[in-house]
């Protein structure tokens, strides 16, 4: 049973540029949730969808950052420009249902020079 | 306010020595309690969770949580610690009906050979 797919693994960019995270849930799982894990701030929840609808983007930072869910087996996170600030290892994690464990994926660690 | 607290932020234990792993929550609603391990460049891996019943849990790899709610506090515990639990841990919490999950800071485990 194949896990949270994430790509790419690694990401080194400069300033300014657009970077594109991509995920693939676990097959069945309606809930997919985008994470961001720093040293200062832990882990903290940037957005999360329900049957590909977003639900609550109330953490993510700024409009520089979106998500969508085009399909129930991808989904992508974006930020344009990039800003050194947003170095960090994004998380994508996926559940059956509110009544399930959440699974993660390996994550992608993102380094804006 | 909803909340998790790991108020260790290191512990260091002697390999063949128990662990206990402290976690303690806020919550207005009968909390789902998590437990997550973290390998270095990994995600987090689920290692038990509790949603009601036995309040004593039993997870992988050997470890185990009890759910108090009058301390409220989910503890986790291992009887002996291998030099390969080395790592970091998550302490989560959510409910029925709640699609976001709160994470702790982590507690980082070192073990002495």
């Known amino acids: 049973d194949a896990g949270v797919i994430q790509s790419p693994r690694h990401e080194v960019t400069e300033m300014g540029q657009e970077v594109t995270l991509r995920c693939k849930p676990i097959?069945?799982?309606?809930?997919l949730f985008w994470y961001r894990q720093t040293m200062m701030r832990g882990l903290e929840l940037l957005i999360y969808?329900?049957?590909?609808?977003?639900?609550?983007d109330s953490g993510m930072p700024e409009d520089r950052f979106s998500a969508k869910m085009p399909n129930a087996s991808f989904s992508t996170l974006k930020i344009q420009p990039s800003e050194p600030r947003d170095s960090a290892v994004y998380f994508c994690?996926?559940?059956?249902?509110?009544?399930?464990?959440?699974?993660f994926g390996d994550g992608t660690r993102l380094s804006i020079l | 306010a909803q909340s998790v607290t790991q108020p260790d932020i290191h512990i260091t234990v002697s390999e063949g020595a128990s662990l206990e792993l402290r976690c303690n929550y806020s919550?207005?609603?009968?909390?789902?309690l998590f437990w997550y391990v973290q390998s270095p460049g990994q995600g987090l891996q689920l290692l038990l969770k509790?949603?009601?019943?036995?309040?004593l849990v039993q997870g992988i790899k050997g470890f185990e949580a009890e759910f108090k709610r009058s301390q409220s506090s989910f503890n986790l515990r291992k009887p002996s610690v291998h030099w390969s639990d080395a790592t970091e841990y998550f302490c989560?919490?959510?409910?029925?009906?709640?699609?976001?999950?709160?994470f702790g800071t982590g507690t980082r485990l070192k073990v002495l050979a």
């Open positions: 994690a996926s559940r059956r249902d509110s009544n399930q464990p959440q699974h």
């Open positions: 097959s069945g799982h309606d809930y």
């Open positions: 969808f329900n049957n590909n609808v977003p639900i609550d």
């Open positions: 919550y207005g609603a009968t909390p789902y």
């Open positions: 509790y949603f009601s019943g036995d309040t």
């Open positions: 989560a919490v959510g409910s029925s009906g709640t699609y976001k999950y709160i």
